[in-house]
């Protein structure tokens, strides 16, 4: 491994691939690029982007789940995926749709009482702070069911759903104003704003557009709908949307594609949508100024309340100056504001050319009333030429614009949908500056905070709509695929196709890791979807079932590795709910939760309690059990809910004559338990003898694994009271059996406690050098550990102190690595073979690897006191 890695090395720095070859030893990496058949510019994309076993990413992006209506969410550059989010779809993981609390979050999303479980998600957005994004919450569209939700970055949470309660389709959504105040989202399909019907040829009267301002709270992270409102707009169709920053703040800017206001109609012999829509050379930038628009709702005369939501009249928004229109080139997409909010560029999808306005002119023209006309419905229009920048021919099918990281010097990319290209270049001074190839047809591009006010650069995510041939066939529908794309030199350079298996992707967005701090656990007792203690919360003694009529509530607690109660059982058509409380606070130790056949989850990561909740109506014996492989004795952490009808008699089955243990033999099985106990106490207790002498809790990892441990350790004590009780009482078979309960948390104790020992060798020995790190990694990749643990006599020798063990050790510890036949009749050798019965096989180290290892053992004699 360390020889391919500083052969890799010098292949950056740019020696050449033959040369490199010839003087490394082996050649491993030269067979493998040739086996795999890989060029040199494949191992150098490798090289970018693998990240090796516990290595870390620089950046994390959010995804849009498209039609799975989840998020995803990735790293960059490995481009390793790291979790799906249930958004607006239920999602059997995380218990969310299946859990009671979860319920109420998805339900939030009903839409005029009606169940909805899929959503279409387009574009998610991260709160921000000053224009740049803060890490703390993170909202996304459903553009099929106009909503709009919510999720925690402390734990990756769907939190709130809210539903726009005029609009039929949103697709502008969501972004969020520059600290968060709000969170835009405009319409699409224009539709009348009540929920009666009305003919389309009333299309101009009676459908509308709009945008809605969802105020949102950033303490809480939480939409506050009686504070939001809806700006009407004409039907025009309107499309994505940006918040202006910077020199813009307090302005919105919405691309509409139907100032034809064409209604369609094949089925009457009328041209299609896509005909009538496009008929026009232009179409309609909206301009409004939501600061303004705000002020405006504290004014009742100011709004009209629809479906329970302020409506501003476009009327109210023209005659307060809030309201403007600027033509575009026609079928605009993307509309994306820069970061210092000066200019605002506009791509059309059938036009060439990115439109590039600027901020001051566009001011200008509304400070000065100068108007080149007005729309129909009486908003004043700017004049196109006099707000432009300029303009610059890109390629076929421009959609959607990022900022690089030297946006002052005008760094911009572009993605061609027709041209399936993504096209760097100069929104100042107007010019294309490199193209490169994507595979096929990109829609959203995603740079890394490309459209914060603080584009980070690197790497620009081509999320392309098709994916063709770039992957094995999995039937007709195939995966959508994302192409990272090195964006650090002057030529963008292609260098990784990431398949996404969940739905379209249209946006991501992308954030620097550190800017994350997500929890490793909850409170205890928190319900995680409301922040707050749950009512079930139950710790342990406290588990119980109460009973109130048909109501039957379960107070349950999870720990490794049994569920509290095991056995509860109810009455035929009972509604049953259990409240469950993981009392774990050890990382990563998640229990999950469901009852066979009642089509419940939930998933309990530390200190979380959610409940399941149904309706006894199935008669039966049904198992319960954890649904997280957590432990050793995982499987056995399980219990039954019996269903009894009252109304039926049962015939007790006859009892089979089981034959049982003799009082000695009891005895005998009592002793040796208790014996196996101690001596596996005398095991932990060096363990923490170790962990002690060595000052385990100034360091913070090691000592959040020797907490875990010892809060196993702790229920030790009352297992021991009761197994003493039962002694006392004659019990023997029942005190056998909290002995070994003794012995589980003995084993769950050393467990941790030997990951923690191990952990602190490593922080406590001496400095490995880079070779004897090397060395540790060739002596476990090449299998020595099969036979050698060091520190131990295993199946091979302990090799600490090996190198003191002959004379000019060093050179002979290497021989006979390289060929261990030469010594098997050195007497020493040969001694050794008849003990263990085994040869020291030859392993094929590399000349490099072996003085790695060498080098390893001097680390190990080093720190001998520590094994
Ligand atoms: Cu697909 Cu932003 Cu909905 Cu463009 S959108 S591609
Ligand atoms: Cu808890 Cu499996």
Redesign the pocket.
């Known amino acids: 491994m360390a020889t391919n890695i500083s052969r890799l090395t010098s292949l950056l720095l740019g020696t050449s691939l033959a040369a490199t070859m010839a003087s490394a030893n082996g050649g491993e990496l030269e067979k493998v690029m040739k086996a795999r058949g890989l060029t040199e510019n494949d191992v150098i994309h490798a090289a970018k982007t693998y990240t090796p076993s516990g290595g870390r990413d620089e950046f994390m992006i959010f995804s849009s789940g498209g039609q799975s209506g989840q998020i995803m969410v990735y790293g960059v550059p490995s481009m390793k995926i790291l979790k799906y989010i249930g958004v607006f779809t239920p999602e059997p993981w995380q218990g969310y749709g299946y859990d009671e609390e979860s319920k109420k979050v998805l339900r939030e999303g009903n839409i005029r009482g009606r169940e909805i479980n899929w959503g279409d998600t387009?574009?998610p957005a991260i709160s921000e702070t000053n224009g740049v994004y803060d890490g703390k919450w993170l909202a996304i569209n459903d553009?099929a069911n106009p909503r709009i939700a919510i999720l925690d970055l402390n734990d990756f949470e769907t939190k709130q759903i809210v539903v726009n309660p005029v609009f039929k389709s949103d697709?502008g959504g969501a972004f969020f104003t520059p600290n968060s105040e709000y969170i835009l989202e405009a319409s699409q399909y224009a539709a009348p704003f009540d929920n009666n019907y009305h003919p389309i040829e009333e299309y101009k009267e009676t459908y509308r557009g709009g945008i809605t301002f969802w105020k949102f709270n950033d303490k809480i992270g939480r939409i506050n709908q009686k504070k939001s409102f809806v700006l009407e707009l004409p039907p025009y169709m309107q499309d994505?949307s940006d918040a202006g920053k910077g020199a813009s703040n307090g302005w919105g800017f919405t691309n509409s594609f139907n100032s034809e206001m064409y209604t369609g109609g094949i089925e009457v012999g009328m041209p299609p949508f896509e005909a009538g829509c496009s008929r026009n050379d232009t179409d309609f930038l909206h301009v409004y100024n939501w600061k303004k628009l705000a002020t405006l709702t504290k004014n009742k005369k100011n709004y009209k309340v629809i479906n329970g939501i302020k409506v501003i009249p476009m009327s109210v928004a023209v005659a307060n100056n809030a309201l403007f229109l600027i033509p575009e080139p026609k079928s605009p997409?993307?509309v994306d504001v820069s970061p210092d909010g000066e200019y605002i560029v506009v791509c059309g999808k059938l036009d060439t050319h990115a439109s590039v306005y600027k901020w001051s002119k566009i001011q200008k023209l509304i400070k000065d009333h100068k108007y080149a006309g007005k729309d129909p419905y009486g908003i004043p229009i700017l004049s196109m030429k006099d707000s432009l920048h300029g303009q610059v021919e890109l390629g076929l099918g421009p959609?959607?614009n990022q900022y690089g990281k030297h946006w002052k010097d005008g760094e911009i990319y572009t993605?061609l949908?027709v041209d399936s290209q993504i096209v760097k270049w100069d929104y100042k001074h107007l010019k294309v500056l490199d193209k490169v190839n994507v595979h096929y047809n990109v829609?959203?591009l995603c740079g890394m905070e490309g459209k914060s006010a603080d584009p980070q650069g690197k790497y620009i995510i081509s999320?392309n709509?098709l994916a063709i041939d770039r992957f094995d066939p999995v039937g007709p529908l195939h995966p959508q695929n994302h192409q990272l794309i090195d964006i650090s030199g002057k030529k963008m350079d292609l260098l990784y196709d990431m398949a996404i298996p969940l739905g379209?992707p249209?946006?991501a967005v992308a954030i620097r890791m550190s800017k994350l701090h997500p929890e490793v656990r909850y409170k205890m007792g928190t319900n995680s979807r409301t922040g707050k203690i749950s009512k079930g919360k139950t710790l342990a003694g406290q588990e119980r079932v109460v009973r109130k009529g048909h109501n039957v509530t379960v107070y349950a607690t999870l720990v490794r590795s049994h569920i509290n109660p095991e056995r509860v059982t109810v009455n035929k058509g009972d509604i049953v709910t259990f409240y469950l409380t993981n009392l774990e606070r050890a990382e990563d130790e998640t229990h999950g939760f469901t009852v066979d056949n009642y089509d419940v989850h939930a998933s309990l990561e530390p200190g979380k309690t959610a409940s399941v909740k149904f309706k006894a109506d199935l008669e039966g014996v049904f198992p319960y059990y954890c649904t997280e492989f957590c432990s050793a004795l995982h499987l056995e952490m399980m219990g039954y809910l019996m269903v009894k009808d009252p109304n039926k008699k049962y015939v007790s089955a006859q009892k089979l004559k089981m034959k049982t243990m003799s009082k000695a033999e009891l005895k005998a099985e009592y002793d040796k338990t208790v014996a196996v106990n101690t001596a596996t106490d005398a095991v932990i207790q060096s363990v923490v003898k170790f962990l002690k002498a060595n000052h385990y809790e100034k360091y913070p990892t090691v000592k959040a694994l020797v907490v875990d441990a010892l809060d196993q350790y702790g229920k030790i004590p009352a297992q021991k009271k009761l197994s003493d009780k039962a002694v006392k009482a004659g019990d023997l078979e029942k005190a056998v059996l909290f002995e070994n309960m003794i012995w589980q948390y003995m084993v769950k104790t050393a467990d941790v406690g030997i990951r923690a020992k191990n952990l602190l060798v490593k922080k406590v020995a001496t400095k490995q050098s880079a070779a004897a790190a090397a060395g540790e990694r060739a002596f476990g990749e090449g299998g020595c550990g099969g036979c050698h643990v060091i520190g131990k006599v295993s199946s091979g020798p302990d090799l600490t102190g090996v190198l003191q063990r002959h004379e000019n050790a060093e050179k002979w510890v290497r021989n006979f690595i390289l060929n261990p036949k030469s010594k098997y009749h050195d007497p020493y050798v040969e001694g050794m073979i008849n003990y263990f019965n085994l040869r020291m096989p030859n392993q094929h180290m590399t000349k490099e690897e072996v003085n790695n290892i060498v080098e390893y053992f001097k680390w190990v004699d080093e720190n001998a006191n520590l094994f």
Do not use: I, T, W
């Open positions: 387009h574009h553009k697709h994505l997409h993307g959609l959607h993605s949908y829609g959203h999320l709509k379209e249209h946006q």
